[in-house]
C-alpha cells in the first residue's frame, strides 16, 4: 500500500469552492434539526439474550443447539435472520437449518472470544464512532446499530431493514476473522459505509446495487478505512494475507468478468466477487475495488472521494478497471 497522504482524514474540512466547481462532488440533504448523533449511540445488543439462551443448552450437542436456536432466536427475531441480512445461505430454510447446525459444530473453537468480544462491543463501538465522527462531523446518520450472532455470515454488514440501511456488527465474526488489538480499520470501514451513504445512497429493500457500484462502496470503505487508520497493514484491512496475490493472479478473468457484469444488479453475481464460493476465483475478489479507489485516490483528494456522483463514479471504476489490467494493478 502506498504511503498515506494525510495522517488523518478530516471529512467534514471540503473546500466548498472547490467542491462547488466540479459538478461530480455532491453535498448531503440538510441534517434533521434533532439528530441523534449529538447524543449516545443507539445500541440493540441481542447478544444478552443470545448468553442466557445459550446458558441452557451449552451441554447439548450441535444439532440440539441448533434446533434451539431456530424456535427460539430465529422465531423471535424474523426480520433478522432472513437472506436480507444474513445472505445466501438464509435463502430457504433446508439450506439455512443446515448452516445454522454447521455453525454450533464450529462454536467450540471460538466461543471464548465470542464472549469476550460481545462483553467489549458496546465500548468498541462507542469509541469506533467517535473516532470517525472526529474526523467525519458532517455524518448525518442515526443508528441504530445491531449487535447480534450473525452465525459467521459476517463480522460487520449494513443490510436493508425495513426500507432502510442498518449498521450491524458480530462478535462470532470478529472474534473469528480478527484480532482483538486490530479493530480500527475493521470499525472505520462500516462506518465508512453509513457516511458514504449520505453522498450515494445504497440500494435498499429488495433492490441490488449494480455491481459497479458495489466495487466502488466496498473498494473505498476499504481506502478510506486504511487512511483514517495509519499503520494499518493492507493484510489486515482486506482481512486476508493471501486475497492481493491470488487475486493479481487472475486479474485479467476478473476484469474481463467485471466490466461484462458492471451493471448486473443480479444477487449472485454479487455474492460471486463479494464473499460466495468459488473455485476459480478467490473468495472477496470484489478486493479489485479497492485498486480502483486507489488509483482514483491519485486524482481526488480524500474529502471529495466519497461526494462522488454516480455518473463519475462509474467512469472511475470502467476506466479503473481497465487501467489496472493494463498497468498490471500497480
Known sequence: MRASRLSSISCAVVLIASCAAREAIRTPAAAPASSALAGELEIRDLM???????????????????????????????DLYTSTVMGPSFAEEVGARVSVRRYFEAMPEFVQQMRSMSERMPELLRGGY????????????????????????????????????????????????????????FFAHELFHIYHDQYLPEASGSSRDPLWRSLWSEG????????????????????????????????????????????STDEKIYWRFFGGRTTDIPRRSGYVGYLVARRAAKAYTPEQLPRLDASTVRGLVESGLDGLLAAGAR
Open 220 to 263: 473505498l470503505a476499504t481506502y478510506v478505512s486504511g487512511q483514517l487508520c495509519p499503520g494499518t497493514k493492507e493484510d489486515a484491512l482486506l482481512m486476508s494475507g493471501t486475497l492481493a496475490t491470488e487475486t493479481l493472479a487472475v486479474l485479467p478473468q476478473l476484469v474481463s468478468e467485471l466490466r461484462a457484469e458492471r451493471s
Open 48 to 78: 444478552p439474550e443470545y448468553w442466557r439462551w445459550w446458558a441452557g443448552v451449552q451441554s447439548q450437542g450441535a444439532e440440539q443447539q441448533a434446533e434451539s436456536f431456530w424456535a427460539t432466536f430465529v422465531k423471535i427475531h424474523p
Open 130 to 185: 467517535a473516532n470517525f465522527r472526529e474526523h467525519c462531523p458532517d455524518m448525518q446518520w442515526k443508528g441504530p446499530v445491531y449487535v447480534i450472532p450473525a452465525l459467521l455470515s459476517f463480522d460487520g454488514a449494513t443490510r436493508p431493514l425495513a426500507g432502510k440501511n442498518h449498521l450491524f456488527f458480530a462478535p462470532d465474526g470478529i472474534a473469528r476473522w480478527h484480532k482483538a488489538d486490530d479493530l480500527c480499520a
